[in-house]
Nanobody, 126 residues
């Protein structure tokens, strides 16, 4: 059984940083592409970043230069380092894992992923 568990969310002031973690069990993160999504109330789920199975990364324009996605194969965990946070980053953040490997040159849509975590809330105040 595949399980994704996010952690690291919280409430911070604008300009601060947070690091989200996604611990994965039952699936090898080094053999698939992994992504982070976010969803604010009343909006659609938005792809934020992807780390491909070869380790290359892609970002949505709204976070490029501020967020960094990374992977620790030994811990089977994916991270999202979020810097220079703004109130517009407030959302529930979800981790997702694909069933297989791949190399995306854009941030893929949610349909590309098979497994999802329950989400962790990030709230940024001005």
């Amino acid at each position: 059984q595949v399980r994704l568990e996010e952690s690291g969310g919280g409430s911070v002031q604008a300009g601060r940083s947070l690091r989200l973690s996604c611990a994965v069990s039952g699936h090898d993160v080094s053999t698939c592409f992994m992504g982070w999504f976010r969803q604010a109330p009343g909006t659609e789920r938005e792809g934020v970043a992807v780390i491909n199975s070869d380790g290359s990364t892609m970002y949505a324009g709204s976070v490029r230069g501020r967020f960094i996605i990374s992977r620790d194969n030994d811990r089977n965990t994916v991270y999202l380092q979020m810097n220079e946070l703004s109130p517009e980053d407030t959302a529930m953040y979800y981790c997702a894992a694909a069933a297989f490997g791949g190399r995306w040159s854009i941030v893929p849509h949610s349909g590309a992923y098979k497994y999802w975590g329950q989400g962790t809330q990030v709230t940024v105040s001005s």
